[in-house]
């Protein structure tokens, strides 16, 4: 079987949280943070969903085109029911989905993909270095679904069977919490957690656990309010930690990054000229015919392979890169 193989470099930030995360400190203005049309008014404006801060980092992501030999049992099949086909003008993104720990935003992007909700809307919000913001219209950047507003999934109560490595410290959040927690890898997502000897003392047994808003990371944009997602959703084009534990990361870039990084830049109702990219249409693998899906694969990062393969990007003062710049490999079986 052909394989051709490449690396996403599917980052990770270490951060934790004890509890549900907060409201951010700074909530969305019209000046900089609310998209709006051009003849929008203001009950528009309070609608508009919207991610509340551009980052501080400018950091375009990309791929990671270096090649790494794992053997074939370090690698894992994506299942088609936990893909998401995102068909744009500059190719095809596919997004692995995680319903471990964010069950009912998969839930409304699956109900909304296969209710081809998505087909013909626009990436209306874009910004280098930042995030991909798709789900508006051209005629109205806050078009969403009728469908009622969904809570928040910022963190999740895991026990230790659910592994997730813990190989650096990092902030939860830059911006709302500088405390330190472990980072690392949950099932090749970046994830970050609460250190997991605290189970032993905590009432259930459990820790408070997330993913994290490296690049490629597919997260669901909201209002100010925690609990106002509906449909418009982003994907990260540059590490965003500042979101880490305020938005609900549901799924990861596996394949098109390069698609991703090609969205036409700007933001509706603000640059005046542009011209946003559409979203051509969004499909859930397992409804794909046969012979219209991609046989992903990626690397197991519980696997002794990729422990091996840690090893070989420490310094000669024994450090790992930042999480969020160690690539995760991915190929496609055809």
């Known amino acids: 079987m052909k394989k051709s193989i490449w690396m996403a470099s599917v980052f990770a930030l270490s951060l934790t949280a004890s509890a549900c995360a907060e409201e951010p400190a700074e909530t969305a203005d019209s000046s900089s943070e609310t998209i709006v049309s051009g003849a929008a008014s203001s009950a528009v404006n309070a609608a508009a969903q919207d991610v509340v801060e551009e980052p501080e980092i400018a950091d375009g992501g990309g791929m990671d085109q270096a090649e790494y030999f794992f053997p074939d049992e370090a690698w894992r099949a994506v299942e088609q029911e936990n893909a998401l086909y995102i068909n ?24 909304l993909a296969r209710q081809n909700f998505y087909d013909y809307l626009v990436w209306h919000r874009v910004l280098d270095g930042f995030v991909a913001q798709g789900g508006g219209s051209r005629a109205n950047p806050a078009h969403s679904t009728d469908l009622p507003d969904i809570p928040g999934e910022f963190t999740i109560r895991r026990s230790p069977d659910m592994q997730i490595s813990e190989l650096q410290p990092r902030m939860v959040n830059p911006r709302q919490d500088t405390r330190l927690a472990p980072s690392g890898f949950w099932n090749s997502f970046p994830a970050a957690t609460e250190p997991v000897a605290q189970s032993g003392i905590t009432a259930d047994g459990m820790v408070t656990s997330w993913l994290l808003h490296c690049t490629g990371a597919a997260s669901m944009a909201r209002t100010s309010d925690p609990n106002s997602a509906g449909s418009q959703f982003y994907i990260t084009r540059g590490d965003a930690e500042h979101l880490n534990t305020q938005y609900t990361v549901w799924g990861r870039v596996r394949h098109g990054m390069d698609a991703v990084n090609q969205i036409a830049v700007g933001t509706m109702g603000q640059d005046i000229g542009f011209s946003p990219d559409s979203i051509i249409s969004m499909r859930v693998g397992s409804d794909l015919p046969e012979d219209e899906r991609l046989n ?39």
Do not use: K, Q
């Not at 003008?89 to 992007?109: D, K, Q, Y």
């Open 88 to 111: 744009t003008e500059h190719g095809m993104i596919v997004i692995e989905l995680a319903p471990e720990f964010a069950p009912i935003h998969v839930e409304r992007m699956t109900t």
């Open 296 to 334: 992903i694969e990626v690397v197991d990062t519980n696997s002794a392979a990729f422990a091996d393969y840690l090893e070989t990007l420490r310094t000669a003062d024994g450090m790992l890169p930042d999480v969020c710049a160690i690539p995760v490999h991915t190929r496609i079986s055809e």
